[in-house]
């Protein structure tokens, strides 16, 4: 066979109904598994609040168990309907090599996509540019990989096959893509903010798990509306080959005819394309409110040192009620009341004044109470700074505690 009789044999099947209406018949078949299966992926965050896994596991672990869950879920979903679709008599694929094949494709993309982003972390600026580059090699290739998945799982390909399979359907068919996934994205941010409206910070341990259960709707409608779209864009030779019903046309209009036009509406890439902009304004309101939301935490300053372009504050912090969830002493700054900039930048933030390790957050772990000493960096000498008297201390966008001239003046 010619090359170009591969390029032919690979052209997505003009005849083939439309991609939603098919997901949307898949949707309708499988209703009776979407809340079961989105308890499953919300299973992991469970599992970590139930048990305090914080202090039991390393915390790599929840992560790659919340992965492992996800690639389940998947599987589960294109080897349900591989064997729906799948010729009377002909046997169904073992479902352990196919997770394997899943597993090992989701690994690289989570390394491709998160290396550089780790290494950003501790290396020179220097190296900023050829990290971009990493990371952005990393989602080219995670894109080509987007519908493995379906060919491991529809197809029953074998991992280096199924790698260059996937990277020939998308090739031509991004726009296709990306229509799959506006639907998706569009109600996954819609639920996390409505979950997030109650507490914005995510203080709340109960709406923050709902939340975070949320999270699973994208990974229950984009794997729906893929493996829709791989089912047109598969060839004919290689469904044939793959032991899938004679019946293609038929099978896959029959199945968009029991989607129904309301449910193949409501994924539509038009009405996604609305439901999106819904979410993100949303999104944006809770991010403004959560800006000017005080911390549930009780912040008071135990004392100010003082040196020539550098500050340095002592602070208690006390949160009975919700073991400092949602707080972020990263937000803390130094400024006028009236928000004018006082310091140049944030320094560190320790548990101790002579501890070198940062503190990013603050959990349960840690007590109902801490200290924290945070330190800034200022354009101002010490007599500049020991005799401002409008000097406050701020919470994100919300003037927090002031630090009076009393305090300031011990440094004298």
């Not at 869950?69 to 294109?78: G, H, L, N, T």
């Not at 709902?210 to 729906?224: D, H, M, N, P, Q």
């Not at 003082?306 to 912090?317: C, F, M, N, T």
């Not at 401002?388 to 003037?399: E, F, I, T, V």
Request: glycine share 8%.
């Amino acid at each position: 066979m010619t090359h170009e009789d591969n390029a032919a044999v690979d052209t997505p099947q003009s005849s083939q109904p439309d991609v939603f209406a098919i997901a949307a018949g898949m949707l309708k078949n499988d209703k009776g598994l979407l809340a079961p299966m989105l308890f499953v992926l919300g299973v992991p965050v469970l599992t970590e609040v139930g048990m305090d896994l914080n202090d039991l596991v390393p915390p790599i672990a929840p992560v790659l168990f919340n992965r492992f869950i996800q690639i389940a879920v998947v599987a589960f979903i294109v080897l349900r309907w591989r064997q729906r679709l799948q010729k009377a008599g002909q046997s169904s694929l073992a479902p352990l090599p196919v997770v394997g094949r899943i597993s090992v494709v989701s690994l690289v993309i989570s390394i491709v996509l998160f290396l550089p982003v780790i290494a950003a972390m501790g290396l020179a600026q220097g190296a900023s540019f050829v990290l971009v580059l990493l990371l952005g090699l990393g989602m080219m290739w995670t894109y080509r990989m987007y519908l493995f998945f379906a060919v491991a799982g529809l197809l029953g390909k074998p991992l280096l096959e199924g790698m260059s399979k996937s990277a020939s359907l998308i090739r031509g068919n991004g726009k296709h893509l990306m229509r799959s996934l506006i639907a998706p994205c569009a109600y996954t941010i819609l639920l996390v903010g409505i979950c997030q409206m109650p507490y914005p910070d995510g203080r709340s341990l109960g709406w923050l798990v709902a939340a975070s259960v949320a999270e699973g709707t994208f990974w229950i409608l984009s794997t729906y509306t893929a493996l829709a779209l791989a089912l047109t864009l598969v060839s004919d030779s290689d469904w044939r080959q793959a032991g899938l019903d004679h019946y293609r046309s038929e099978r896959l209009t029959t199945l968009a005819k029991q989607g129904g036009e309301t449910i193949t509406k409501y994924i539509s890439p038009k009405f996604g394309s609305a439901m999106l902009a819904v979410a993100l304004l949303l999104w944006a309101g809770n991010m403004i409110r959560q800006l000017n939301q005080p911390p549930a935490a009780t912040v008071v300053i135990k004392n100010v040192s003082v040196e020539d372009y550098k500050i340095q504050l002592a602070l208690e912090v006390q949160d009975d009620e919700y073991d400092f969830r949602g707080f972020q002493p990263f937000a803390l700054s130094i400024r006028t009341a009236t928000g004018g900039q006082l310091v140049e930048k944030l320094e560190s933030i320790s548990r101790a004044p002579d501890k070198e390790e940062p503190v990013m957050l603050l959990t349960k772990g840690d007590g109902p109470r801490a200290d924290l000493f945070i330190t800034y960096s200022s354009t101002k000498t010490k007599a500049s700074l020991t005799g401002l008297d409008n000097m406050w201390l701020w919470y994100k966008s919300k003037p927090l505690v002031a630090v009076t001239p009393e305090l300031l003046k011990k440094n004298l």
